[in-house]
């Protein structure tokens, strides 16, 4: 076929995409115009008055809904919070909190940040900020209140639990770092750990230096533990770059592909390794998420690794953010990312905003480098399945209606300091169990709120079951009086969590959990079983 006839053939095709192109460019154009000129007469002639800002960003929020959960809308107000998650730094206090009853309160304070050096204390409640009363306020409407340039000051009345006056604290603001690995060490004999909370900026590097501190200080260290453990991921080349502490040069780690060929990449390790073969072991669970799935699911792959907890979240979508103008970007998903294996990660199906579970069966298989069998979709199935700890029933009312915070701010005014983070324990439990009572404190199991929906549909039915119904609530009722006692060695875990917390913050609340971590000691366990450990990475199974 010579090239003439080639070129009337191809003609049509080039005519009609273009055509195509043309047509979606007009319809932009005029949907743009209809959206502005209704944004204009809702502003202009709505019967109440309009926060222009607010219109705006239901209409950013519901035009996005539609696609994956991680394409969002960032406005001007949501960027330091943007900025922390990207680079691990922001400008501002160093304080979190949360709305309790009228007042926002302190929930957790980062060492070495401004508010930490200004007094501020975990418990605080913020009264009023500039002289401005902050009663009704919400988390955002006060994180706006407190925003400014370094160097600039606020002054806060606080209301801080046991004090009979009013607390006035002047802060200067400044720059906030937040480590991400809070904590690296030994939890056994030879064993190394290491803590990644975010994949912010010179998260591999970190994790790098701390594993070559433990082998300078542990000549014979024989194996690592990585905890990615709720770690939500962030950028992505630090998790090619963590990849590569632990393999060679030159290998791949994941490739993006997208709707614009010339933006897929290959990303491959470019660096010589910190220790290519000491035995590893990475910690995750359902919230594991993004880099964190990149670097356990090439472990995986590559056979570097084992990897052991409970199922990962199942993100596997690159994001870039666009400028918007006025400090607003917006974060779209532009790509989906694969590991070596091939295999994609990403969930494929979302119920209210969360990843539905893809039954193994309708996951595709690859193999890693050994042999053994990978799925893709829906995150990352660990190698070794572990039960996740979950905080239930009474635990999780006491946490939720803030009994073990409140008790915890209440030891932390009568006790200047604690024993070391190691050592210190928490045994008073008839303590806690009057201050429990004090606060007339009840919840609902779940098996009192289907009985609530039972008794509602027997109405409607018109069944005669309320006397059944009765007799079961107070069944219930007399098995729950138990429940505090029962759960007695995990509620006093959460207490003393929460308790070094206040006077180590979240390294010490990293390193005491590693006391009794049942995760961690299956690590332990494994990686002391030299044969086990690879048979595993074989793919000849256990």
């Given at each position: 076929?010579?090239?003439?006839?080639?070129?009337?053939?191809?003609?049509?095709?080039?005519?009609?995409?273009?055509?195509?192109?043309?047509?979606?460019?007009?319809?932009?154009?005029?949907?743009?115009?209809?959206?502005?000129?209704?944004?204009?007469?809702?502003?202009?002639?709505?019967?109440?008055?309009?926060?222009?800002?607010?219109?705006?960003?239901?209409?950013?929020?519901?035009?996005?809904?539609?696609?994956?959960?991680?394409?969002?809308?960032?406005?001007?107000?949501?960027?330091?919070?943007?900025?922390?998650?990207?680079?691990?730094?922001?400008?501002?206090?160093?304080?979190?909190?949360?709305?309790?009853?009228?007042?926002?309160?302190?929930?957790?304070?980062?060492?070495?940040?401004?508010?930490?050096?200004?007094?501020?204390?975990?418990?605080?409640?913020?009264?009023?900020?500039?002289?401005?009363?902050?009663?009704?306020?919400?988390?955002?409407?006060?994180?706006?209140?407190?925003?400014?340039?370094?160097?600039?000051?606020?002054?806060?009345?606080?209301?801080?639990?046991?004090?009979?006056?009013?607390?006035?604290?002047?802060?200067?603001?400044?720059?906030?770092?937040?480590?991400?690995?809070?904590?690296?060490?030994?939890?056994?004999?030879?064993?190394?750990?290491?803590?990644?909370?975010?994949?912010?900026?010179?998260?591999?590097?970190?994790?790098?230096?701390?594993?070559?501190?433990?082998?300078?200080?542990?000549?014979?260290?024989?194996?690592?533990?990585?905890?990615?453990?709720?770690?939500?991921?962030?950028?992505?080349?630090?998790?090619?770059?963590?990849?590569?502490?632990?393999?060679?040069?030159?290998?791949?780690?994941?490739?993006?592909?997208?709707?614009?060929?010339?933006?897929?990449?290959?990303?491959?390790?470019?660096?010589?390794?910190?220790?290519?073969?000491?035995?590893?072991?990475?910690?995750?669970?359902?919230?594991?998420?993004?880099?964190?799935?990149?670097?356990?699911?090439?472990?995986?792959?590559?056979?570097?690794?084992?990897?052991?907890?409970?199922?990962?979240?199942?993100?596997?979508?690159?994001?870039?953010?666009?400028?918007?103008?006025?400090?607003?970007?917006?974060?779209?998903?532009?790509?989906?990312?694969?590991?070596?294996?091939?295999?994609?990660?990403?969930s494929v199906r979302y119920k209210d905003g969360e990843p539905v579970d893809i039954p193994e069966e309708e996951r595709a298989q690859f193999k890693t480098r050994n042999g053994r069998i990978v799925l893709d979709g829906g995150g990352i199935k660990p190698d070794i399945a572990l039960p996740h700890d979950t905080a239930m029933g009474v635990?999780?009312?006491?946490?939720?209606?803030?009994?073990?915070?409140?008790?915890?701010?209440?030891?932390?005014?009568?006790?200047?300091?604690?024993?070391?983070?190691?050592?210190?324990?928490?045994?008073?439990?008839?303590?806690?169990?009057?201050?429990?009572?004090?606060?007339?404190?009840?919840?609902?199991?779940?098996?009192?709120?289907?009985?609530?929906?039972?008794?509602?549909?027997?109405?409607?039915?018109?069944?005669?079951?309320?006397?059944?119904?009765?007799?079961?609530?107070?069944?219930?009722?007399?098995?729950?009086?138990?429940?505090?006692?029962?759960?007695?060695?995990?509620?006093?875990?959460?207490?003393?969590?929460?308790?070094?917390?206040?006077?180590?913050?979240?390294?010490?609340?990293?390193?005491?959990?590693?006391?009794?971590?049942?995760?961690?000691?299956?690590?332990?366990?494994?990686?002391?079983?030299?044969?086990?450990?690879?048979?595993?990475?074989?793919?000849?199974?256990?």
């Amino acid at each position: 076929m010579n090239n003439k006839l080639k070129l009337l053939l191809l003609s049509p095709f080039f005519a009609l995409t273009l055509l195509q192109a043309q047509a979606n460019y007009f319809d932009i154009a005029k949907n743009m115009e209809i959206f502005a000129n209704a944004y204009r007469e809702v502003n202009h002639s709505y019967v109440d008055a309009l926060d222009p800002n607010q219109v705006m960003r239901r209409g950013m929020d519901a035009m996005l809904e539609g696609l994956d959960p991680f394409t969002n809308y960032i406005s001007e107000t949501d960027i330091e919070g943007y900025r922390i998650q990207v680079d691990g730094k922001y400008n501002g206090l160093g304080a979190t909190g949360e709305r309790v009853g009228d007042y926002v309160v302190i929930v957790e304070i980062i060492e070495n940040s401004p508010a930490h050096k200004a007094g501020l204390k975990v418990g605080d409640a913020l009264v009023s900020i500039d002289g401005q009363s902050a009663k009704g306020r919400t988390e955002q409407q006060v994180q706006e209140f407190l925003r400014g340039f370094p160097g600039t000051k606020t002054d806060l009345l606080v209301r801080r639990p046991g004090e009979s006056k009013d607390l006035k604290i002047t802060l200067e603001r400044g720059e906030v770092n937040i480590p991400n690995v809070p904590h690296s060490g030994l939890v056994a004999d030879g064993i190394g750990y290491v803590n990644l909370t975010t994949y912010s900026e010179d998260a591999a590097q970190n994790v790098g230096d701390a594993l070559t501190t433990l082998k300078q200080k542990n000549p014979n260290l024989k194996g690592l533990i990585l905890d990615l453990r709720g770690n939500g991921g962030g950028l992505l080349n630090e998790a090619v770059n963590l990849v590569n502490v632990f393999v060679p040069k030159g290998e791949l780690v994941a490739s993006t592909r997208g709707k614009v060929p010339e933006w897929d990449l290959n990303l491959r390790t470019q660096y010589a390794p910190n220790d290519k073969d000491i035995p590893l072991v990475i910690l995750m669970d359902k919230m594991s998420a993004s880099a964190s799935e990149v670097t356990a699911g090439a472990l995986q792959d590559l056979d570097r690794g084992v990897v052991m907890g409970q199922k990962s979240y199942g993100k596997g979508l690159v994001q870039n953010t666009k400028e918007l103008g006025y400090n607003a970007r917006i974060k779209l998903t532009t790509a989906k990312y694969y590991i070596p294996s091939g295999r994609c990660i990403q969930s494929v199906r979302y119920k209210d905003g969360e990843p539905v579970d893809i039954p193994e069966e309708e996951r595709a298989q690859f193999k890693t480098r050994n042999g053994r069998i990978v799925l893709d979709g829906g995150g990352i199935k660990p190698d070794i399945a572990l039960p996740h700890d979950t905080a239930m029933g009474v635990v999780k009312a006491l946490l939720d209606q803030n009994i073990v915070f409140d008790y915890a701010t209440l030891f932390a005014q009568k006790r200047a300091s604690i024993d070391s983070i190691e050592i210190f324990e928490f045994t008073d439990f008839d303590d806690f169990s009057k201050f429990v009572q004090s606060k007339n404190f009840d919840y609902q199991t779940h098996s009192e709120k289907k009985l609530a929906e039972l008794r509602e549909t027997a109405a409607r039915e018109n069944w005669p079951l309320e006397a059944e119904i009765q007799a079961l609530e107070i069944k219930i009722k007399a098995e729950k009086k138990g429940e505090l006692v029962k759960q007695r060695d995990r509620i006093l875990h959460e207490i003393e969590q929460e308790i070094v917390g206040r006077y180590y913050f979240q390294r010490g609340k990293v390193r005491k959990n590693l006391v009794n971590d049942p995760e961690v000691k299956e690590a332990v366990k494994l990686i002391n079983d030299t044969a086990r450990y690879n048979l595993i990475l074989s793919g000849k199974g256990e």
